[in-house]
């Protein structure tokens, strides 16, 4: 998906038609008022100000109707700077315009003029109203004013232009299919999860099926990481406000924290990641070289305060599951465990078919004092050590400053989903700093106390954003193993006995042998039946007759294809069993 606010040309064009759109409004609406109107990475908007007129879908057809006779006039576009007294003279009726006016400081304003509009703005633009012509309104919502939910509402229309017809068309087609494949219309439709303002926004609950999908990604995950030496602990989600000032998090990471709570004298907070607990578990108990390296995993619930507009289904929430880990180890270690994490995660993306991913090696940023724990010793070390590692295994990767945590440079496995942008799934990080400022030690091979290094890694990242990829990449089609009913029975007669008979019996079978099977004997017809199935993306679904009830046979078709199979109960069965075993491709997921 193209990104419009870093394409300067696409930029440029989308800002002019924004103002296209305020033209076009104010021909409809001559009392309308305006706010702001940038251009983001899905295009432009320009929140407006229609006193008691709620924006609808004929409303916006009305205005885009209107801005195509703007673009057909074919208006010059003219920049002229004026000072602030003439700006605040000139928009002297429209109070949004006056307070972004009053924030400017004295000296030349620009504005821009198109036959009977003129409009605030730094600019550019383009020189004429007709290469604004491919155009679309995409979407529409009601917002408070600045962001504040104690000033009034605003209503807000989107767009998107382009050079020519057939990029719009190109890209529309692409925003229907983003919509199809979003992981919260997917999750709808599925009963995964839902969420509601009255328990929090980004706090969404997974429903009986969506736990299921979860509780199997948890599953297949610390069965690997069991394989690899890994000890699974469990650790409270809160922590007191001196555990994070001993690691580093209250100073560097508080803005993303949740506020203290004061309870009988001590601050708690809840807590935004885990290695804090983990420092604490490694130092319950001295530890020699012979030990390490101590491989500590866990499936642990966080809470971080993300921004409300940053929100997203279960992919960005204020809630989330981390598939988290912290190795300790010794210097000479750090190779060959490093290497380890990174043959998981591959391993891992394997099974779920990943394949379009980029490595970074993320690095601070000298100049940030700030964000970043102050030891350049300890920081050129560390990017030193994590650069040799990458190079010595073979990886490509491309550096990127000012990424790293705030304790140490990392290694970052960002894949680019079917829908939106790039972003983080993986990590392993390389620590020489947490370690210290907990006190750690072990006792070396000569007898003496030695700091460990701490590798903290996440292979699925957190298991909701995760679950979310999925979801999209597969448009809910997911795997046997992953799919939260795995087959459905659907008797095509619900008033026969001897079928409803045959049908419980091989519900039994298939629940009895650990296949996740449903019964659907509604009073509805069958054709509605099967649709429902077919939303609900259930994998294999079992059409029974009463040939199937006298041969003791099963009659299934795979989601997506319309023809069926019949074949003995015991053969379908393997025919599961092997598709859960060998973690087969849904196909309808690759069409």
């Known amino acids: 998906m193209v990104d419009f606010k870093e394409d300067e040309r696409l930029n440029t064009l989308n800002h002019s038609c924004a103002h296209v759109m305020a033209q076009a409004v104010k021909h409809l609406y001559p009392n309308a008022k305006f706010w702001v109107g940038p251009v983001v990475k899905e295009g432009f908007y320009y929140d407006i100000d229609l006193g008691d007129t709620a924006v609808n879908d004929d409303v916006i057809a009305a205005i885009e109707k209107e801005m195509k006779k703007v673009c057909k006039e074919g208006k010059k576009i003219y920049r002229r700077e004026i000072s602030k007294a003439e700006a605040l003279e000139l928009f002297k009726d429209d109070e949004y315009k006056l307070d972004l006016i009053d924030g400017l400081e004295d000296g030349n304003i620009s504005v821009y003029d198109q036959g009977d509009f003129t409009d605030l703005c730094r600019g550019p633009h383009v020189d004429n109203t007709k290469l604004c012509k491919n155009f679309k309104l995409i979407k529409y919502s009601g917002v408070y004013w600045k962001g504040d939910a104690n000033n009034h509402v605003m209503q807000r229309i989107y767009g998107v232009c382009f050079p020519t017809a057939e990029e719009l068309e190109e890209h529309l087609k692409l925003l229907e299919e983003a919509k199809d494949r ?25 429903l009986p099926k969506g736990y299921t999908v979860w509780q199997e990604l948890e599953n297949y995950i610390k069965a ?19 555990l994070y000032k001993t690691s580093g998090h209250w ?45 500590i995993g866990e499936i642990a619930h966080d809470f971080r305060f993300e921004a409300s507009g940053t929100l997203k289904g279960i992919e960005r929430g204020r809630h989330f599951c981390q598939n988290d880990a912290h190795l300790f180890v010794t210097p000479e270690q750090i190779e060959s465990e490093f290497a380890k994490v990174v043959e998981l995660i ?42 040799k ?72 990242g957190s298991l909701d954003r995760f679950m979310a990829y999925i979801l999209e990449e597969t448009k ?23 079928l409803n008979a045959y049908s419980h019996d091989l519900y039994k079978y298939l629940d009895d042998n650990g296949i996740r099977v449903e019964i659907d004997e509604r009073n509805e017809k069958l054709g509605y039946r099967i649709r429902e199935a077919q939303m609900e993306k259930v994998p294999y679904l079992l059409v029974l007759g009463k040939n199937e ?15 069926s199979t019949t074949v003995s109960k015991e053969d379908f069965l393997a025919l599961l069993k092997e598709d859960i075993r060998t973690k087969k491709i849904n196909p309808a997921a690759l069409k």
């Open 476 to 498: 809910g089609n997911l795997p046997l193993w992953l799919a939260p009913v795995q087959a459905k029975i659907l008797p095509v007669k619900n008033e026969d006995e001897e």
């Open 182 to 206: 979003d992981h919260r219309k997917i999750g709808k439709e599925m009963h995964l999860f839902m969420s509601d303002d009255l328990v929090g926004r980004g706090l969404p609950m997974f």
């Open 251 to 295: 100073d560097h990471y508080k803005e993303n924290m949740f506020p203290a709570m004061e309870m009988e004298g001590e601050s708690f907070v809840l807590r935004p990641m885990n290695c804090p607990h983990h420092m604490m578990i490694y130092a319950n108990r001295m530890h020699s070289y012979k030990d390490l390296p101590i491989r």
């Open 224 to 242: 690997k990481e069991r394989k690899l030496g890994y000890l699974h602990v469990m650790t409270p989600c809160v922590g007191t406000v001196n």
């Open 389 to 460: 590692v990458l190079d010595d295994i073979g990886i490509e990767y491309t550096e990127e400053i000012g990424e790293a945590a705030f304790y140490g440079p990392k290694l970052d496995v960002n894949v680019k989903p079917a829908i939106g942008n790039e972003y983080t799934l993986s990590t392993c990080q390389l620590d020489f700093c947490l370690p210290a400022k907990f006190n750690l030690s072990y006792i070396d091979s000569d007898g003496t106390k030695k700091t460990p290094v701490v590798l903290h890694r996440a292979i699925l």
């Open 346 to 387: 591959f391993d891992t993306y394997k099974d779920f078919n990943i394949t379009d991913y980029r490595c970074v090696l993320s690095l601070r940023d000298p100049e940030d004092k700030v964000k970043y724990h102050d030891d350049d010793e300890m920081w050129n070390n560390a990017e030193n050590a994590l650069r």
């Open 549 to 563: 009830a006298a041969d003791g046979t099963v009659s299934y078709r795979l989601h997506g294809e319309q023809n």
